[in-house]
């Protein structure tokens, strides 16, 4: 199976079947992160994560480490990052000490430039996923 990002605007998400390019429009709930589409010409199945942010995330995966307020380091799983925030995943037993609203900084060892010493605020936990907007 596929698995595909596409962006939703008005409740509404354009699909463009990856395997055969054709497109179709089609409403989408409220709510709904996750939907998997068929093709209705070639039957392919894709896994649509649907993004409704107005400016796009590129997925982006490494191994990087969330430093809190008072320097603790917390390793993490980066999934997505733009310009205005990103999103990463924690293990299971290390998101407890986190709020939103909390500030953090973000450092990898693989791209020193990727987080240029920007200021974090967390905007939303779910479960071991994290995101973090960038404070002004």
Wanted: proline letters at 5%; a positive charge; aromatic letters at 4%.
């Amino acid at each position: 199976m596929h698995s595909q990002i596409f962006q939703v605007k008005d409740n509404r998400v354009r699909f463009k079947c990856p395997a055969c390019g054709t497109k179709r429009v089609m409403p989408v709930p409220p709510g709904t992160r996750h939907k998997t589409i068929r093709c209705h010409r070639c039957e392919t199945k894709t896994r649509c994560l649907l993004n409704r942010r107005e400016q796009l995330r590129q997925q982006q995966t490494g191994k990087a480490v969330m430093i809190l307020p008072g320097g603790k380091e917390i390793p993490i799983d980066l999934h997505d990052i733009s310009s205005d925030g990103i999103g990463c995943i924690v293990a299971r037993d290390e998101h407890a000490p986190l709020a939103t609203t909390e500030e953090v900084h973000f450092s990898c060892d693989w791209s020193q430039a990727l987080f240029h010493h920007d200021r974090y605020i967390i905007r939303n936990i779910r479960g071991t996923r994290i995101g973090a907007e960038k404070a002004d």
